[in-house]
């Protein structure tokens, strides 16, 4: 069973303190994603990751950064964390392009 | 217009009907579809994909796809309560692209 594991399952941040979660997959996926979910707006991606070391911005980049040093690992980067960052965020991967996505159990951030 | 469009619903069933998901997106290239399954503060599982035009069965479940008139739905026979939660359809619009998720469809199925 392919399995996508995020570090935390809550967290609670002050407003701008740098926080970092981390996402691991254990399926050789070529592909990982970060999206965050909102009430009544859905899935967001924020960020997606190909290959190693490659990255590209998805709908909502904007606050958020991700490094992607080894395949299985894919980080989410918020550089200096806002109120408004407060959400559900959840974690994917694919084994490449076209097949379908699994996720982690998510990370509920709440910043205060 | 948003790429992938939902009913939010809710979607109110009574136990052993059919349920009846509906999905429309915006570009025509759309290569794959996907639909998840959520439930209350769990995350997505994937339930179905389908990639060419026509019916694709899974036990109670059928995903029907046609891409001339750019809409996916996902049927649920013999719908039973377990089977309430919000159904995500997902669209990847061609190789290398991103996956895009509708809001999702609240499904209540009522003993």
């Known amino acids: 069973d392919v399995k996508v594991t995020q570090s935390s399952r809550y967290l609670v941040k002050r407003t701008g303190e740098k926080v970092f979660l981390e996402c691991v997959q254990d399926m050789d996926h070529e592909n990982m994603f970060w999206y965050r979910q909102d009430p009544g707006l859905g899935l967001r991606l924020i960020y997606f990751?190909?290959?190693?070391?490659?990255?590209e911005k998805g709908d909502i980049p904007e606050g958020y950064s991700v490094s992607r040093e080894k395949k299985e690992r894919f980080s989410l980067i918020l550089e200096s964390a806002s109120t408004n960052q407060t959400s559900m965020y959840l974690c994917?991967?694919?084994?490449?392009?076209?097949?379908?996505?699994?996720f982690g159990q998510g990370t509920r951030l709440t910043v205060v | 217009q948003k790429e992938v469009e939902q009913n939010s619903g809710p979607l109110s069933v009574p136990e052993g009907a059919i349920a009846s998901l509906n999905c429309t997106y915006s570009?025509?290239?759309?290569?794959?579809f996907f639909w998840y399954r959520q439930y209350s503060g769990k995350s997505p599982e994937l339930i179905m994909s389908?990639?060419?035009?026509g019916d694709k069965e899974d036990g109670r479940f059928t995903a029907q796809l046609n891409k001339a008139s750019q809409y996916v739905s996902l049927l649920i026979r013999d719908s039973q309560p377990s089977d309430s939660a919000t159904y995500l359809c997902a669209v990847e619009k061609s190789s290398g692209d991103k996956l895009t998720f509708g809001t999702g469809t609240r499904l209540a199925v009522r003993p």
């Open positions: 389908i990639y060419s035009n």
């Open positions: 990751s190909y290959d190693v070391k490659m990255k």
């Open positions: 570009d025509r290239g759309s290569q794959s």
């Open positions: 994917a991967s694919s084994y490449r392009d076209g097949t379908e996505a699994f």
